[in-house]
């Protein structure tokens, strides 16, 4: 009889736990929405990076650490970054300083899952020494970009990209005209419409995203999207390093394999155009580089897809 309770007990907890597991997985759980992982779930072992607190409003103040027994292994000078999945780096702290860091969240910044990174100074591509450690930013005030809007827009005129939606703010740098920019939040401050946007960072800085005023851009329409200096370049495309191109020696040249990869237009000459990588792909490419004008793929913007010249 004991035996049977016994059973019957275990299997009353089992059904609880089962019960408790489900209701968390239900889609629109609060719980689910306002927490972030903790960093544990995310680096169990070797160096990686604690945060505190996890769940924070923009202009808090977090603590940031690089934590292991293994800290002698790093040898390089690293620098502290905020990134967003899919976007990159959206605030460069500068040094990581001790091990430690007590950073602000940027103002205005939108709600959602970010992560701290350490890497090297430039984050250049596979430099970060340490896993990652996730912050969830709460923030009602900033609204995402309507979805049924086209999310690139081009840069019309010069205009900087801010750290908050106000001109008095410290810029990044400025987007020159033909900068193609991808709006994730929209936000009404002192009567002026801003977007909070991801950019592709060719000349200065290392952020990927930041703040510009909507009036400075235009929707990409089938008029103007061959205008942008944001392009990408057919793969196989050929192509030449700039100090061979610029000596006349046009023998052996590379063939492009990132396809994803966004160049900027330097130059134009005869039907063959300059391009600049980002900073993020020196491993492949160091320099500029000259492709055949024939080879770009533009940005199309609303028109939901991307066209070879």
């Known amino acids: 009889m004991r035996g049977r309770q016994t059973c019957l007990?275990?299997?009353?907890l089992a059904v609880i736990f089962a019960l408790a597991f489900l209701s968390g997985c239900r889609p629109g759980n609060v719980q689910e929405e306002a927490a972030a992982p903790h960093p544990e779930e995310i680096s169990p072992q070797g160096i990686y990076l604690a945060a505190s607190p996890l769940i924070v409003k923009p202009g808090d103040e977090v603590s940031v650490a690089l934590k292991s027994d293994r800290l002698h292994e790093i040898?390089?000078?690293?620098?502290?970054?905020?990134?967003?999945?899919?976007?990159?780096?959206?605030k460069n702290y500068g040094r990581l300083k001790d091990n430690h860091a007590r950073v602000k969240i940027p103002p205005d910044l939108p709600a959602g899952n970010y992560y701290f990174l350490a890497a090297d100074p430039k984050f250049r591509v596979n430099s970060g020494v340490g896993t990652y450690a996730y912050i969830h930013v709460v923030n009602p005030d900033v609204l995402p970009a309507d979805p049924g809007k086209a999310p690139r827009r081009l840069v019309a005129t010069a205009t900087p990209l801010y750290s908050r939606p106000e001109a008095a703010a410290p810029p990044y740098h400025a987007l020159s005209p033909g900068a193609v920019v991808k709006v994730l939040a929209v936000k009404e401050a002192a009567g002026e419409q801003w977007y909070w946007a991801q950019v592709n960072v060719y000349e200065t800085g290392r952020e990927r995203a930041g703040w510009l005023r909507a009036a400075a851009t235009v929707p990409v329409t089938p008029e103007n999207y061959r205008t942008a200096r944001e392009v990408r370049l057919r793969p196989g495309a050929k192509y030449y390093?700039?100090?061979?191109?610029?000596?006349?020696?046009?023998?052996?040249?590379?063939?492009?394999?990132?396809?994803?990869?966004?160049?900027?237009?330097?130059?134009r000459r005869e039907k063959m155009v300059r391009l600049r990588p980002s900073g993020d792909i020196v491993l492949a490419v160091d320099k500029d580089i000259w492709a055949a004008e024939a080879d770009l793929v533009y940005f199309r913007g609303d028109l939901r897809e991307e066209e070879e010249h």
């Open 9 to 12: 007990n275990h299997w009353l």
């Open 75 to 90: 040898k390089a000078e690293l620098a502290l970054g905020l990134s967003c999945p899919g976007i990159g780096l959206v």
């Open 241 to 267: 390093e700039h100090e061979r191109f610029h000596r006349g020696d046009l023998g052996a040249p590379g063939e492009w394999h990132l396809a994803d990869e966004v160049l900027w237009i330097v130059e």
